[in-house]
């Protein structure tokens, strides 16, 4: 791209409003003005002062296609064309309501990454994101560290939705039964007196000592290979 391509309108033509001096308008920044001048800048724009009597500082008039050109031209192009500074745009697009990304700024950013230099860039960028060395610091740095609450909440609905791999979902058990965490259907764990009692008690006075019902003292059971208990084949016990 060359300094012609930044500072192209993309959006134009613009033409300088007809107009006599003293005439009334209205300016999107300052309000009620009398035009008063024009500017000498590529585009020449008639430029106002304030009503209020005394008043003699002079603005370019944010009115008609400079509004339109605000709204959608990149800040280079608007200020090389009527003669100011960025951050006289700037000014202009808050009064406005713009964000600071409009469609004049977005094309030539998207122009210049297909550019050689902007491949190379970005093949560096991904170069130094994938630094194992790199990688392992921040991870270190992070470590142990919780996640505001806000990032948590983008991170879940910007995956809300979207089935995980099967990759992933291996990767998020093993954490899982690394942490010792339990499905929320699992209920609490047995514990190792409890298993005890399942070996040599009845299974009604199991559930009464651990507070646990009897289906699950019965699937206790089966998992420690011990008969259930509701037959007569089983050791007595009931």
């Known amino acids: 791209m060359t300094n012609d391509d930044h500072f192209r309108l993309l959006f134009g033509p613009y033409k300088t409003p007809v107009f006599r001096y003293g005439d ?60 100011i500074t960025a951050q006289t745009v700037t000014r202009w697009r808050k009064a406005l309501g713009v964000g600071p990304v409009t ?70 058990s093993e954490a899982q039964r690394r942490s010792g965490a339990r499905p929320p259907k699992a209920g609490r764990p047995w514990t190792e007196r409890e298993d005890e009692l399942v070996r040599t008690l009845a299974a009604k006075e199991v559930a009464k000592r651990t507070g646990r019902t009897l289906s699950a003292v019965w699937s206790r059971r089966r998992e420690l290979q011990l008969p259930d208990g509701r037959t007569r084949a089983a050791s007595g016990r009931v």
């Open 103 to 172: 469609e004049g700024t977005h094309r030539p950013r998207h122009d210049y990454a297909l550019e050689p230099a902007g491949a190379a860039a970005r093949a560096k960028a991904l170069d130094t994101a994938g630094d194992p060395v790199r990688c392992a610091k921040i991870a270190a740095a992070r470590r142990g560290k919780r996640r505001p609450a806000h990032v948590g909440a983008a991170v879940a609905e910007a995956h809300r939705g979207k089935p995980a791999s099967a990759e992933a979902c291996r990767k998020m």
């Open 24 to 83: 009334g308008a209205f300016c999107e920044l300052h309000g009620d003005i009398i035009l008063c001048g024009l500017t000498d800048a590529p585009i020449p724009w008639p430029t106002g002062k304030k009503r209020q009597k005394g008043s003699r500082a002079r603005a370019i008039v944010l009115c008609g296609a400079l509004v339109e050109a605000v709204r959608r031209e990149s800040a280079q192009a608007v200020a090389h064309w009527w003669g």
